[in-house]
Nanobody, 121 residues
Framework: QVQLVESGGGLLQAGGSLRLSCAAS????????MGWYRQAPGKARDLVAT???????DYGDSVKGRFTISRDNDKNTVYLQMNSLKPEDTAVYFC???????????????WGQGTQVTVSS
C-alpha cells in the first residue's frame, strides 16, 4: 500500500504563485511516476503534470510555461510550483503515484485526497 498526503492549496488572486507538495509513503518502488491532475466543478479531470523517477516531465497544454513539477526521490515527495495563476486554474488538485510490479506485471495507481486551489480575479 502507498499513501499520498497533499498540502499547499489555498486562496489567492490572479497573477500570484502557489506551491503544492505531495509526500508518498509505504511500499514505493524505485521506478515510478508521480504527478498531478485537477478537476474543476462541472468539468472532467485533466492532466496538470507528471514526472518520472528519472526526472522526465510532461505538462498539460493549459499550464505549460507557468507550472513546474519537481521531485525529491529520497523523500518520495513531488512538488508543483504554480506561477501566473489564473481564475481558470481554480480546481481540486490531486496527486498520484503510478508504479508496476515485474512478475507478474501489475500496474498500481494511488491517489491523494485532493487539495483546493482557488484563484480570484
Amino acid at each position: 500500500q502507498v499513501q499520498l498526503v497533499e498540502s499547499g492549496g489555498g486562496l489567492l488572486q490572479a497573477g500570484g504563485s502557489l506551491r503544492l507538495s505531495c509526500a508518498a509513503s509505504g511500499n514505493i518502488f524505485s521506478i515510478n511516476t508521480m504527478g498531478w491532475y485537477r478537476q474543476a466543478p462541472g468539468k472532467a479531470r485533466d492532466l496538470v503534470a507528471t514526472i518520472s523517477s528519472g526526472g522526465s516531465t510532461d505538462y498539460g497544454d493549459s499550464v505549460k510555461g507557468r507550472f513546474t513539477i519537481s521531485r525529491d526521490n529520497d523523500k518520495n515527495t513531488v512538488y508543483l510550483q504554480m506561477n501566473s495563476l489564473k481564475p481558470e486554474d481554480t480546481a481540486v488538485y490531486f496527486c498520484f503515484l503510478k508504479q508496476s510490479t515485474v512478475l507478474p506485471i501489475v500496474t498500481q495507481d494511488y491517489w491523494g485526497q485532493g487539495t483546493q486551489v482557488t484563484v480570484s480575479s
